[in-house]
């Protein structure tokens, strides 16, 4: 189908070890997030790009973590020298354009477990 | 600061019953609210979005509603399925100050519909 993919949709890392994560929007949506779910959580945001620009990124818990989107379409999420506290799901959503109104559509999620 | 919960955590129903399942958020501001379901490992699936003008949403079995000043949203489900457990996810999205604003979301609330 063409909904919001994200890969790997696994990923076990050693503490330490930096991570990238992926995120293939529905083509053509302008708006993408990234969120954080913690285990038995609600997502929590952590950052948020239109297009290629980046207009938020509040929610990034550490400047462990960088997000990109350099042309507009996929984005990455990098973390840098994992902690246990980094492990948890990491959800990707895009939605079509600006409006505050339109729909988010969620990728499956990437499940970190860091050792 | 916008805070969203949800009542109850975790809800266990024989099949066939009607049910609900409610969202309290802190800030009436608001701009629209929106539960999600989540299926274990999976993304998360839009059920209903309630614009902040909006009383009530339907969609087959599902009706939500929104009372903005009272700061409070309802799921009701009717006529319950085993196909419908799942952790159902409500998100308040703030007033619009430029062209988006942050996605709250709840914690969840745990349903098991047993056949």
């Known amino acids: 189908g063409a909904g919001v993919s994200q890969s790997p949709r696994y990923k076990v890392a050693k503490r330490g070890q930096d991570v990238a994560l992926r995120c293939d929007p529905i083509s053509g949506h302008v708006s993408l997030f990234w969120y954080q779910q913690a285990l038995g959580q609600g997502p929590e945001f952590l950052t948020y790009f239109q297009n290629e620009a980046q207009l938020d990124k509040s929610g990034l818990p550490s400047d462990r973590f960088f997000a990109e989107r350099p042309e507009g379409s996929v984005s990455t999420l990098k973390i840098q020298r994992t902690q246990q506290e980094d492990s948890a799901v990491y959800l990707c959503?895009?939605?079509?354009?600006?409006?505050?109104?339109?729909?988010?559509?969620f990728g499956p999620g990437t499940r970190l477990t860091v050792l | 600061k916008q805070e969203v919960t949800q009542i109850p955590a975790a809800l266990s129903v024989p099949e066939g019953e009607n049910l609900v399942l409610n969202c309290s958020f802190t800030d009436s501001a608001i701009y629209n609210l929106q539960w999600f379901r989540q299926d274990p490992g999976k993304g998360l699936t839009s059920l209903l979005l309630i614009q902040s003008s909006q009383r009530e949403q339907t969609s087959g079995r599902l009706n939500a509603s929104l009372d903005k000043s009272s700061g409070r949203s309802t799921l009701y489900i009717a006529a319950s399925q085993p196909g419908d457990s799942a952790t159902y996810l409500c998100?308040?999205?703030?007033?619009?100050?430029?062209?988006?604003?942050?996605?709250?979301f709840g914690p969840g609330t745990s349903l098991s519909v047993i056949p």
């Open positions: 998100a308040a999205q703030g007033i619009m100050k430029t062209s988006y604003d942050k996605v709250i």
């Open positions: 959503a895009s939605s079509l354009n600006r409006a505050v109104d339109n729909e988010q559509f």
